[in-house]
């Protein structure tokens, strides 16, 4: 069976300079600086998102924040606001390249091996001054993870920074993203980790990838060998396994106890998508429990540092109040759908209101993998397999299993069919997940 929904791949991602026009507008990318607001910041970019698109915000899985419905007359007045805020790039070229994740529990997380908040900083300075850099393929992006609790050790990037050790002896390994996961050259003290990974872009630049998908993940066995080769003098053996730094929480969304008398907060956005009222009243109460900062991630979850246990629990209730996800176990955490019809053109489906209805039979059908709900073949929600793919064919869904939304469907169906059905469906995508 062929994909037979028409879609367009536009091979970069949208910028506030460099904004992407879809069916509902055009839509601007604010880059947080190493993914952190305030909550004043956040309900500037509510009102502003309000005044000048049309109030729907998105949660990207870059960990960075969209606003939608922009048009050519109120874009320059929403970059007076990106301005102020201090989040508007000198150039558009500077600003694509500056693609970083950092551990969302950075500096708060007391089990964290290092704090690399400082590394990411320096990185993303390097990145959006040195125009050599900007000829990296628009969504070629680092990743500066610190270990502890809550990592990014599951995410992809280009480039990865991972601190490892304990006590004195603490480095920076330095990843490559290969097509069999991460592809470790090697580890370096922090104080030249930043530095250390601008060379490592340098030299793939060396390599002079062509297209515009060209990725670290795309270079043949002779491409690796030769960036490390090229970097051999600058990095020191790995003396430990980045894995053996990597903890976990129980939960991602919810109050989460750090130890250390510390506690934080996620805040869950069902599919990423938030409308301004929204984000104004949970940013308002964040400051009224005296947060500082908000923390972006690529799981479109917002976390906070909170003084307590019992003002951890007054903010997840507002935030509740007001159709943030606050419980770990709610359905629409495993569920990731794109906007759908009418804000995407490559759809006709209303891909979030069906995944919303896919998600209340899942209790029912005691169905526990993870869904992708696609407008198309393109999957801009997730990339990553999924236990179950439903990917939009005009007015029906291809039926993908532990795949993705590029993957050839097995079958199809409606969506009436499908929750007339769902046993079906469901209880053949749980036995494959096992």
């Known amino acids: 069976m062929k994909h037979a929904a028409p879609f367009e791949v536009k091979g970069w991602c949208p910028g506030a300079l460099k904004p992407m026009q879809s069916g509902d507008g055009l839509i601007v990318r604010v880059r947080p600086r190493c993914g952190r607001l305030s909550p004043d910041e956040l309900i500037a970019l509510a009102e502003a998102a309000q005044r000048f698109g049309n109030g729907h915000i998105d949660l990207t899985r870059r960990a960075n924040l969209q606003i939608r419905g922009v048009s050519e007359e109120t874009l320059p007045r929403l970059h007076a606001v990106i301005g102020r805020l201090g989040l508007l790039d000198s150039t558009s070229q500077g600003e694509a390249v500056r693609n970083l994740m950092i551990s969302p529990l950075a500096g708060i997380d007391p089990t964290e091996v290092l704090d690399i908040r400082d590394i990411a900083r320096k990185l993303a300075r390097m990145l959006a001054s040195e125009p050599t850099l900007w000829a990296l393929p628009s969504k070629f992006g680092f990743i500066v993870d610190g270990g502890g609790r809550l990592t990014l050790a599951n995410e992809r990037a280009d480039v990865r920074l991972a601190a490892v050790g304990n006590g004195a002896k603490i480095a920076v390994a330095i990843g490559l993203d290969a097509q069999a996961g991460t592809d470790w050259l090697g580890s370096v003290v922090p104080a030249i980790a930043a530095s250390v990974a601008v060379e490592t872009a340098h030299a793939f630049l060396e390599l002079k990838p062509t297209g515009a998908g060209q990725r670290m993940r795309d270079l043949s066995a002779d491409g690796l060998a030769s960036i490390r080769l090229a970097m051999a003098s600058r990095i020191d053996p790995l003396a430990l396994d980045p894995r053996k730094t990597v903890g976990s929480l129980a939960r991602r ?173 469901f209880a053949s995508a749980e036995r494959r997940s096992r």
């Open 253 to 425: 969304v919810g109050l989460l106890e750090l130890g250390s008398s510390r506690f934080a907060v996620g805040i869950g956005a069902p599919f990423g998508r938030v409308e301004t009222d929204q984000l104004a009243k949970l940013a308002g109460e964040m400051a009224a429990c005296r947060v500082k900062e908000v923390r972006l991630s690529p799981w479109r979850i917002l976390y906070a540092e909170v003084g307590s246990a019992l003002a951890g629990n007054a903010l997840l209730d507002a935030a509740r109040s007001v159709g943030f996800i606050t419980d770990p176990g709610d359905p629409l955490l495993r569920i990731e759908a794109c906007p759908g019809a009418p804000a995407c053109r490559s759809t006709r489906l209303d891909i979030r209101g069906d995944a919303r209805r896919l998600a209340a039979l899942l209790p029912r059908f005691g169905f526990e993998g993870t869904i992708h709900v696609s407008g198309c073949a393109k999957g801009c929600a997730k990339s990553a397999a999924a236990d179950l793919v439903l990917v939009g064919l005009e007015d029906r869904y291809g039926i993908v299993r532990n795949g993705a939304a590029g993957d050839c469907p097995t079958s199809s169906a409606s969506f009436a069919e499908l929750a007339a059905d769902p046993d079906t469906i």
